[in-house]
């Protein structure tokens, strides 16, 4: 099936043959749903720290920043933003001249409320010989949208979200790149240092190191801070083969083999380079503009703080059972850590003997943990949190997608709809284990946790694999604690009007 040409395709990208037939399989064969126990809520998985709480967790994690710990804050911003503008795409195209749609209609009403708007309007200047106003007052709307996406203007059709004109401010607009900047001094400083690392895709590399480059100093100066910014770019080795409807090998029209993204959840691998003891996790549309930042700023050191809590007695407990000096008493306490408040439980736990109940003790305790801020469902797309059945036989706490859920079963469609809440990305992880040493992170991954969805290339249908996600199947191993956070906690920017929110203005 796999021509002597295919194999050198495969390799050059850093791919087994092995991954591939395997990769294949998992076209034949699907991926399995996940058994759910219950969607978690307040007291039954998710913590809701009152005002004393919280404080005493925003000291917690002052103090840990204190002893000069290395902090990073790792930022998915891969992509274009074309689906951003898919309604201005398709004015564009339009056999109509005039806003008819209520985006088409809203975008207008509010053009001068983007933060891009000077910018565009000076793109319209040179472009068309007038302004915006003059290109509106002349019916001519369609050249002002496609001055925003086309490159002979802004060029906002292919850029990625991370450069576009967010937020508008008395020295100039700024990005999601620069807000993400600002972020990192307001919490994930220690020593002086922000480290700040984005995955970028390949075409926009050398647009985002020039525009940090040009934007570093002035956040720099204005937090008294030093700033170390990285980039790596999502691996070749983690694309994934695609496939015709009878699972076979989707090839090009020049008989390539076709390869697509893995998704977010290649990114595993990149947060698996990073160095260092706490990592934050956000994405990069999820920012609001300096006069909002205090709720982000408060809950992101709450969560932190909750982190560096449990990582400390997990340790205190892992050195416990390492040093063999414990009675059972003693390990009944571990186990009600590991039950209440690490949230994962084992059945039949009373049945084992102390010799395997230390090892299973210890296997839970010395892993990798992330804390997840979830906010109240509101309707918006997102990971709900959820107990769900381990392949060990535990439950624990769990991010799943609605891809992940069997939706022919009742009680569990009835579990993903009524969740009360969801999980916005918004992460902060413990990456080392008690004796400082790195955990290698894919270990950590379920594999049968990966989805299939169906795609289209020149008209062709293909099917497409998705690599289990990054708050998904690819922490599934991980120790997982949940925390309400306040929805203004929460801005996404999905559309371009999502803009004129007022979160964003």
């Known amino acids: 099936m796999l021509s002597q040409q295919d194999l050198q395709q495969i390799a050059s990208k850093g791919i087994t043959e092995e991954k591939i037939a395997m990769q294949l399989d998992e076209f034949k064969t699907g991926f399995p749903f996940l058994k759910l126990e219950a969607a978690a809520a307040i007291g039954k998985g998710i913590v809701a720290p009152d005002a004393d709480e919280r404080k005493a967790y925003i000291d917690a994690w002052n103090a840990y920043k204190a002893e000069g710990k290395q902090i990073v804050k790792f930022v998915p911003a891969s992509g274009a933003a074309s689906r951003m503008f898919k ?12 806003p008819t749609t209520d985006f088409e209609k809203k975008y207008f009403d509010n053009i001068k409320k983007f933060a891009f708007y000077e910018a565009l309007n ?4 040179k472009n068309e010989g007038k302004n915006i106003d003059q290109l509106i007052a002349d019916g001519n709307y369609k050249a002002v949208a496609a001055n925003m996406l086309q490159a002979k203007g802004l060029n906002y059709g292919q850029l990625p979200k991370g450069l576009l004109l967010f937020h508008n401010y008395e020295d100039g607009p700024r990005t999601p790149m620069e807000e993400h900047l600002v972020e990192g001094a307001l919490y994930a400083a220690s020593n002086g240092e922000a ?11 050398q647009l985002f190191e020039a525009k940090v480059e040009e934007k570093m100093d002035k956040y720099a100066q204005c937090y008294g801070i030093k700033y170390n910014i990285s980039f790596s770019e999502q691996k070749p080795s983690t694309d994934t083969i695609a496939a015709n409807p009878d ?23 990149n947060l698996n380079e990073i160095s260092a003891d706490v990592i934050f996790i956000k994405n990069i549309d999820n920012v609001v503009p300096d006069r909002l930042k205090g709720d982000t700023v408060d809950y992101k050191q709450v969560i932190a703080g909750v982190l560096v809590t449990l990582q400390k007695k997990a340790f205190d407990y892992l050195k ?3 040093s063999g000096n414990y009675d059972h008493e003693k390990l009944e306490e571990i186990i009600r850590f590991v039950q209440r408040d690490l949230c994962c439980r084992k059945a ?9 109940l230390v090892i299973y003790l210890r296997k839970k305790l010395n892993r990798p943990m ?22 060990d036989g535990t439950v624990s706490l769990q991010i799943l997608e609605s891809s992940q859920i069997d939706k022919s079963n009742a009680e569990y469609q009835k579990m993903f709809t009524e969740g009360t809440h969801f999980n916005p990305v918004d992460l902060v992880c413990a990456v080392k284990d008690y004796q400082g040493n790195a955990f290698n992170l894919p270990e950590y991954v379920d594999k049968t946790t990966g989805f299939i969805s169906s795609k289209s290339k020149n008209g062709k249908e293909l ?6 996600g990054l708050w998904n199947g690819a922490m599934s191993d991980w120790n997982t604690i949940f925390v309400e956070v306040p929805l203004s906690t929460f801005n996404p920017v999905k559309t371009v009007n999502d803009l004129l929110r007022e979160q964003h203005q």
Not at 350 to 356: G, H, Q
């Open 348 to 356: 039949d736990i009373k049945e084992l003997e102390d010799a395997d």
């Open 122 to 125: 000076e793109q319209c200047i």
């Open 463 to 468: 099917k497409a694999l998705e690599l289990p």
């Open 320 to 322: 416990v059972l390492d």
């Open 247 to 269: 699972n076979t090998p989707f090839r090009t029209e020049d008989g390539q083999l076709l390869f697509r993204p893995g998704g977010h959840g290649a990114l595993i691998e």
């Open 87 to 98: 309604d201005m795409f398709a004015f564009v195209s339009a056999d109509y001249d005039v």
């Open 195 to 205: 480290n700040v690392h984005f995955t970028v895709s390949h075409e926009h590399m």
């Open 370 to 391: 992330r804390v997840c801020g979830v906010v109240k469902n509101v309707g918006e797309p997102g990971g709900g949190p959820f107990l769900t059945y381990n392949q």
